[in-house]
DNA sequence: AAACCGAGCAACCGCTGTCTC
DNA sequence: TGAGACAGCGGTTGCTCGGTT
């Protein structure tokens, strides 16, 4: 495989492009398409390389690029694609009508990334980071989880109340904590009956706030209200009653069941279902049929965890039908 | 007003996959 | 079948601009 010289050779410009050098790349392409992009620049009369050209049309110059901010619509949908398909910018920006690769490539590293790390969500694994074990430093972080979440689901007609999820969260932890300090804070998940979410740091207590934030059709609405030493999670209604010496986690994570991947097939769903109806803007809604998501997804998915999942789930009876 | 700093983004670099001969 | 040519992709760089001191 050899690269490609075009960049190589000596004495092409580089750096910003003008506005002659648009409008000149522009009319040639109007007239004559791009063909070969390698050929282009001579043709058009641009001392550039074909790869500049490419790059300049395809980002910037192209008639049906999206200009302006990202909605909460997009940047959910953003994120959901990623924890499917990792940095795969250009699949992602194929589900996202007008946005180009590097516009997105872009916004996830300067907004995203950094709202996921201050939620204390690992924005590569699109789980809760494992080094957020000081309890009471990571509050903070919740509630901006909880905000963030708001943000996400401000056309729910329903509003959560955020912070009052988040002291619940904070509190049960702090119990579990002092419930266990003998204990390792660590996770097995080969030798116990709950993933990560559903075990040790206080970030990973949270199955509300993570849940949300990946699955546009799960409001934290669904969380009552309620007073803070009974609150409900998406398996069932927590009391301190319940047991006085052993806190039971929030979520367990059976193989056969877990939220995390309920949460992963809905979104698959949604990726499947915007293939199919070949709009990608329309309106993120779940599929039924469980089998011709799965083939697209292992298309798609990357050799990560997920598509461990996706395999599992995929060789399983589909247990989620309504 | 000037210097500094950080965020945002356009553009480049270099690698990979695919096609053709 | 292997090598070269090319397009495309993801990571990185460096410039610009706005905010702060």
């Known amino acids: 495989m050899g690269r490609s010289p075009c960049c190589d050779e000596s004495g092409l410009k580089k750096g910003p492009w003008t506005p002659e050098e648009d409008e000149k790349l522009i009319n040639h392409i109007r007239k004559h398409g791009h063909g070969s992009w390698r050929a282009l620049p ?11 050209c490419r790059l300049r049309w395809t980002n910037y110059l192209r008639p049906d690029i999206k200009r302006g901010n990202f909605t909460a619509e997009e940047e959910q949908t953003i994120i959901n694609l990623h924890s499917l398909l990792g940095n795969k910018w250009s699949s992602i920006a194929g589900h996202l009508p007008g946005r180009t690769d590097n516009e997105i490539k872009n916004y996830w590293n300067t907004h995203i990334r950094k709202k996921l790390i201050q939620m204390g969500i690992d924005p590569v694994t699109h789980r809760p980071r494992t080094d957020h074990l000081n309890v009471l430093a990571a509050l903070p972080q919740l509630l901006a ?5 708001n ?7 329903i509003q959560p109340d955020a912070t009052s ?7 049960h932890n702090m119990m579990q904590v002092l419930n266990s300090n003998n204990t390792s804070s ?16 206080f970030l990973e207590n949270r199955p509300n706030i993570s849940e949300n934030l990946y ?37 367990s994570a059976s193989s056969d069941g877990s939220k995390q991947t309920q949460m992963m097939i809905k979104n698959k769903e949604i990726l499947k279902h915007n293939e199919h109806t070949s709009n990608p803007s329309s309106t993120l809604t779940f599929t039924q049929d469980h089998q011709s998501w799965c083939d697209i ?12 999942l996706i395999e599992q789930t ?6 989620f039908h309504e």
């Open 42 to 52: 001579k043709q058009a009369g641009l001392n550039r390389c074909g790869k500049s």
């Open 145 to 149: 989880a909880a905000s963030f979440n």
């Open 151 to 157: 943000l996400l689901t401000l056309n729910q007609s």
């Open 165 to 171: 999820v988040a002291k619940a969260q904070w509190l």
């Open 186 to 201: 660590s996770v097995d998940i080969h030798h116990t009956n709950y993933n990560i979410f559903g075990q040790s740091s």
């Open 215 to 251: 699955d546009p059709t799960q409001s934290i609405s669904r969380i009552d209200h309620q007073p803070l030493d009974s609150f409900s999670s998406p398996l069932g209604v927590f009391s301190h009653q319940d047991n006085e010496d052993m806190i039971p986690p929030l979520i």
């Open 297 to 308: 997804i292992d298309d798609e998915a990357s050799d990560s965890y997920w598509k461990d």
């Open 314 to 319: 995929c060789s399983e009876p589909w247990p």
